[in-house]
């Protein structure tokens, strides 16, 4: 690791976690450079929104959804 990335690093930590908890999701967002793909991820969660909103379709408890993958994919 670079002198200045551990500089870095140790001034980071130095942080309170509420401030490096921000820190990290604006790093995280920094990476996100598809914006298409981030538009249409956008547009697809609005549909579903929409759908629950109107009763098009109807929510599942996750208890119920996750024993329904642990069936269809076991292991």
Do not use: C, H, N, Y
């Not at 930590?13 to 921000?22: C, F, G, H, T």
């Not at 547009?43 to 599942?60: H, N, Y």
């Amino acid at each position: 690791m670079s002198t200045t990335l551990e500089a870095l690093q140790a001034e980071v930590l130095r942080l309170s976690p509420a401030d490096r908890a921000r820190l990290l999701d604006r790093l995280i967002a920094s990476l996100d450079i598809d914006s298409e793909a981030e538009a249409a991820w956008d547009a697809l969660a609005d549909k579903r929104e929409q759908e629950l909103a109107t009763g098009a379709v109807r929510s599942v408890p996750l208890d119920v959804a996750i024993a329904r993958l642990e069936a269809r994919f076991p292991g």
